[in-house]
């Protein structure tokens, strides 16, 4: 259960492979365990890299809702890992520049 803003939600968590870490805490805190008949009915999603790819990729064309959280989240390791952060830093940049933005920020 999750109280916010005087509302009451029971929160739905699901996962694709069993952490105990993960799973204490999630019954710990009240949360129920997410059952295919469920099925979108879910708050969040303890997932693999891999079955992220899977289930969010551009042909699949599941999407988040508003609701809903995801521990890993399509090319992460754009972000990070340092070479490729730095590579998208460097062209977020100059696409900046080529509109005549401040770049001083960045």
């Known amino acids: ?3 916010l803003k005087d509302r009451v939600f029971n929160v739905k968590w699901r996962s694709d492979f069993d952490k105990a870490c993960v ?25 693999s890299v891999y079955s992220t790819k899977q289930v969010f ?3 699949s064309h599941i999407r988040l809702g ?17 070479d490729l952060m730095v590579k998208n830093m460097k062209r977020y940049r100059k696409e900046v520049q080529r509109e005549g933005r401040d770049t001083s920020v960045l």
């Open 23 to 47: 799973t204490v805490n999630f019954e710990r805190r009240g949360w129920h365990k997410w059952k295919e008949s469920d099925q979108d009915d879910w708050n969040i999603y303890w997932a």
């Open 66 to 82: 508003d609701h809903q959280l995801i521990n890993h989240f399509p090319n992460h390791y754009e972000l990070t890992r340092k």
């Open 1 to 3: 259960m999750y109280v």
């Open 57 to 59: 990729s551009s042909d």
